[in-house]
Each structure stands twice: as structure tokens, then as C-alpha cells.
């Protein structure tokens, strides 16, 4: 398992494991190509025999974060990799001059809401129908220290 930044030629792989991982709005290689041309932007990715297994990335400005989008191939699922993958993008923040980090994410991914709440990020408040599929979104934050 090897951890590293996101490469201009990952984003293809990262693109195919995002519909995976996301039926609905998954982001598309030129979505993902924005991000990562932007200099404000850091992702990072997990790799096993040279396929990505999991991956996040932020965008930084001033001194806030926003956890942009993250996840994990469902076979390497709880068992860690998402929170490796988060506590590298809170550090790579932190590097930035971040103190705090924002997301935003769907009531009904329960395992992603664990997962931040284990992590130190609160519950602020919630966007009524903010997907397009009229699912409302949970907008959370963390102070970094």
C-alpha cells in the first residue's frame, strides 16, 4: 500500500473509481481535471500493485479547507483507508495554513458521517435538497490544530 499525491495521469483511474463509488453525481475526468490544475487544490491517493484503492482531495484558501471529495474501492472498505486518506488531507491542509476544514455530505452516507464524526468534525447545519436528487446535505467542520 503506498499513499502519495494525485498525478495529472491518475485522473482517468480516479474518475472510473468515482462512478463506482457514486451512483449519483459522481464527478467526471474533467471535473476532476479543474480541481487538480487549480493551485489551490491537493489530492491524495492510496495505490495497491499500482491500482488506486482510495483517494480525497481539498481545496485550501486562506485559512480554510474544504474536503472537495473522497473515497474507497469497495473491496478495501473499513479497514482504514479512508481515514488515512483524511488525516493526510488534514495535514496537507494544516501545511497551508489552514485551521479549520469544511465538508459537506449526504444524510443518508451514514459510514462517511461516522467516519467524520470519529474524526472530530461537527455538525453545523444542514442544506435542505442541496443534491440533485433532492437529498439534503450535512455541512460539517473541524477546527485543525
Known amino acids: 500500500m503506498n499513499m502519495r ?15 463506482e463509488c ?10 476532476l481535471a479543474e480541481c487538480f490544475l487549480s493551485p489551490h487544490f491537493v489530492g491524495v491517493l492510496m495505490e495497491e500493485d499500482g491500482a488506486v484503492t482510495a483517494y480525497g482531495g481539498i481545496g485550501v484558501a486562506e485559512d480554510e479547507a474544504e474536503l472537495q471529495l ?30 479549520k476544514m469544511f465538508l459537506e455530505v449526504r444524510v443518508s452516507n451514514s459510514a462517511a458521517l461516522l467516519m467524520y464524526l470519529k474524526d472530530g468534525f461537527e455538525g453545523i447545519y444542514t442544506r435542505p435538497r442541496y443534491y440533485r436528487n433532492g437529498e439534503d446535505a450535512v455541512v460539517m467542520k473541524k477546527e485543525l490544530v
Open 5 to 19: 499525491l494525485w498525478r495529472y495521469e491518475d485522473l482517468n483511474e480516479i474518475a472510473e473509481l468515482e462512478s
Open 22 to 31: 457514486f451512483s449519483q453525481d459522481p464527478w467526471n475526468v474533467r471535473m
Open 70 to 99: 473522497i473515497a474507497t474501492a469497495e473491496m478495501y472498505r473499513r479497514c482504514g483507508r479512508g481515514k488515512l486518506i483524511l488525516a493526510r488531507l488534514e495535514e496537507e491542509a494544516k501545511s497551508r495554513g489552514a485551521k
